[in-house]
């Protein structure tokens, strides 16, 4: 054809483009959606998709949905070793496209061969489950594809953010200060490294670790560790992270902080850092944070506080009090993709500070995007405060959520999930041999894979052997589940 006949038309059909889509929801509602999330899904059981998905209209719109067969599949997994996996994928690229039917059937294989972290029985992973209406928000988020920088861009996300964020700030206890949706925890912990860095030393942003005394920061042995991570990132070293000891819970010693500050006060290096946790990584403790604020205050350090695993539970009064303290914090990451089951990724990063901190500390007025001579008030033009150019939309899933479940019903979630956490401490306690069953993870944790029935991580601690990491977030998770974990870890481990 020749150019000038092809550029007279649009170079998508839109309509077949929907017709796909509606076909490739449809998919994505019976297997990820339901089967993805249904405990009661046999394996090798073939079904119909029910009518009732998407307000109960046809069954489906594939005209011979009925007959085609769904295949079987197991329910949290579907283990295959890479080769096998390769080549049922049929991953290459070709030349030439394929037709809506083979691209169904590459939807239905994605979904297949893929973990389905929405499954009650799957608790490898400090996030799981599926809530409906936070994927709606995600869906929505998809679809309008834009990016949070400007308000002249993103009017409803730039408002929407601002009142996410001072609720979360809220539930930390500032009426007021700063923040961001960052992509995960390990960004906003390094984040908050560079803005103490910048508090302590306005002059780095310039100038570089050359106008830099040798920078120490502090966090605690059982810590995550994208504070390692953030350390080299940005140029302050891992060498200049120092481990702080934890009692036996895991909980960070605030005597064994200050005397550690001393020592590397003493070396002539400059502690400008402390990291607190609220829900490590291994062990759920919770740091003394009014301890750990003592000492910080009296050495003038930025205290912040990786909140990324235990903020939710800000959520709960009865739990609350876990982070007490957390309010004299300079700076908080928090994580509401993991316990709230908002989807990936959902992470705030609160300041306290009002003085425009973080816009000092990263702005760079970019005038394609950030004019100052706007028609609008460019104070809604928030982009600039972030390392990112182009930002997704993180907040429209939660404030979804939010509005549907109510502070309340979020509040429930996270007592629901201490609750279960404590009936499985019980159970474990109660059962015979679960100390031993524990030496032989590697081996369970194989079996399951391969079976498909339930996943869960395991790892070693200090002096401990291989333990099953047991998390419950997931708001469909009932007892009958747990009881299932239970039974599940004996019947694959009766014969080692
Ligand atoms: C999960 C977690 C992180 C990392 O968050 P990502 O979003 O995975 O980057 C950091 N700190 C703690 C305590 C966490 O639980």
């Known amino acids: 054809m020749a150019e000038s006949s092809w550029l007279e038309r649009p170079g998508l059909d839109k309509a077949a483009g929907e017709e796909f889509l509606r076909e490739a929801f449809q998919v994505l509602l019976d297997e990820a959606v339901r089967k993805g999330t249904d405990v009661t899904e046999k394996v090798g059981e073939t079904r119909r998709p029910p009518a009732r998905w998407w307000g109960g209209t046809e069954r489906g719109s594939l005209p011979d949905r009925g007959r085609i067969p769904f295949p079987p599949s197991p329910q949290v997994c579907d283990w295959k070793e890479p080769q096998e996996l390769r080549e049922l994928l049929d991953l290459e690229l070709r030349s030439s496209g394929e037709l809506p039917e083979r691209l169904l059937e590459r939807c239905r294989d994605v979904i297949r061969y893929s973990v389905k972290t929405c499954h009650p029985r799957f608790f490898n992973q400090l996030f799981s489950g599926l809530d409906h209406h936070a994927l709606a928000g995600r869906l929505i988020t998809e679809t309008l594809n834009t990016s949070q920088y400007t308000y002249e861009i993103a009017p409803v996300f730039v408002l929407m953010e601002e009142v996410v964020l001072a609720k979360l700030r809220e539930l930390v206890g500032w009426s007021s200060g700063d923040g961001i949706f960052c992509p995960g925890g390990s960004i906003s912990n390094m984040y908050a490294m560079n803005v103490a860095r910048f508090h302590h030393f306005p002059e780095s942003r310039q100038k570089g670790s050359w106008a830099l005394p040798r920078l120490a920061l502090f966090t605690s042995r059982e810590s995550h560790y994208s504070i390692q991570k ?4 940005l140029g302050i070293g891992t060498d200049n992270v120092h481990l702080v000891g934890t009692d036996e819970r895991g909980k960070m010693i605030p005597e064994e902080l200050e005397k550690e500050i001393q020592r590397v006060k003493a070396e002539g290096a400059k502690p400008f850092f402390v990291c607190a946790t609220c829900g490590t990584t291994v062990l759920g403790a919770f740091d003394p944070l009014d301890g750990i604020a003592d000492i910080c205050q009296r050495h003038g350090l930025w205290f912040h506080v990786d909140a990324a695993w ?63 001579d706007k028609f609008y008030d460019v104070t809604y033009d928030t982009g600039d405060k972030t390392l990112q150019c182009g930002r997704r939309v993180d907040c429209l899933k939660l404030w979804l959520l939010w509005k549907a479940a109510g502070t309340e019903g979020l509040a429930r979630r996270v007592e629901r999930a201490f609750a279960y956490t404590r009936y499985l401490a019980k159970e474990v306690k109660r059962r015979d ?48 589940d747990l009881d299932f974990f239970l039974d599940e870890i004996e019947r694959l481990g009766q014969d080692l």
Request: hydrophobic fraction near 40%.
């Open 230 to 233: 953030g350390a080299a990132f």
């Open 433 to 480: 041999g679960f100390q031993l069953v524990l030496e032989v993870a590697p081996a369970i944790k194989e079996r399951m894979m391969r079976k498909g029935s339930m996943m869960v991580g395991y790892q070693p601690h200090g002096a401990r052997v291989n333990f099953f990491r047991q998390i419950v977030t997931n708001p469909t998770v009932t007892k009958d």
């Open 310 to 372: 235990g903020g939710s539970a800000l959520l709960s009064s009865k739990h609350r009090h876990l982070l007490t303290g957390i309010e004299r914090a300079d700076s908080v990451a928090w994580n509401p993709h993991k316990m709230l089951t908002v989807g990936l990724q959902c992470s705030a990063f609160l300041l306290r500070d009002t003085s425009g901190l973080l816009q000092r500390c990263h702005g760079a007025g970019a005038t394609y995007l950030f004019q100052p």
